[in-house]
T-cell receptor, first 109, second 117 residues
């Protein structure tokens, strides 16, 4: 059984702070990694993908991947109230996508 | 189209009724996935297609669930004799392809919220 683990939270950060979201996965052959944002009552929206070890930055978002330790993280800089959502980690093994249960983030104005 | 579309957006069914949920993927996307999402959970894989071929249906919870994509584009998820435990949001997603290191991003439709009474 391939597992993707996330801390369900809730995680609360003040506006302007850095939010750090973590994800671990069980399958060493996992090949690609994704972060989705899901607002309440909406469907998941892709915000980042990462395929190689290291950091990948896109605006206020930075994804970090460490395949040896089997974890992937998402940093959100200068957090805004509009970032308040559930963040889903997803892992692809070349075929299926496996999702974590999500971390709920609240950014406090 | 610009994105993945799904219909209906909401469906209320009486227990025992059959339902059909439709997904129209992004044009040119070869792979299509169906997920079930319960409240407070991540999407759970149901099945996926590459073109018209159903490559994996291991996530379908029972033989009451059936999916098809006969022409490699639009897909339908059918649930026969609905039960209350089938109440959930059903999400469809598409990607350009799968394989090749998994380097293809997946995009979701708005989902269909199914309520079985």
């Amino acid at each position: 059984q391939k597992e993707v683990e996330q801390n369900s939270g809730p995680l609360s950060v003040p506006e302007g702070a850095i939010a750090s979201l973590n994800c671990t996965y069980s399958d060493r052959v996992s090949q690609s990694f994704f972060w989705y944002r899901q607002y309440s009552g909406k469907s998941p929206e892709l915000i980042m993908s990462i395929y190689s070890n290291g950091d990948k930055e896109d605006g206020r978002f930075t994804a970090q991947l460490n395949k040896a330790s089997q974890y992937v993280s998402l940093l959100i800089r200068d957090s805004q109230p509009s970032d308040s959502a559930t963040y889903l980690c997803a892992v692809n093994d070349g075929n299926q996508f496996y999702f974590g249960t999500g971390t709920s983030l609240t950014v406090i104005p | 189209g610009a994105g993945v579309s799904q219909s209906p957006r909401y469906k209320v069914a009486k227990r025992g009724q059959d339902v059909a949920l439709r997904c129209d993927p992004i044009s040119g996307h070869v792979s299509l996935f169906w997920y079930q999402q319960a409240l407070g959970q991540g999407p759970e894989f149901l099945t996926y297609f590459q073109n018209e071929a159903q490559l994996d249906k291991s996530g379908l919870p029972s033989d009451r669930f059936f999916a098809e994509r006969p022409e490699g584009s639009v897909s339908t998820l059918k649930i026969q004799r609905t039960q209350q435990e089938d109440s959930a949001v059903y999400l469809c997603a598409s990607s350009l392809a799968v394989g090749a290191g998994g380097r293809y991003e997946q995009y979701f439709g708005p989902g269909t919220r199914l309520t079985v009474t």
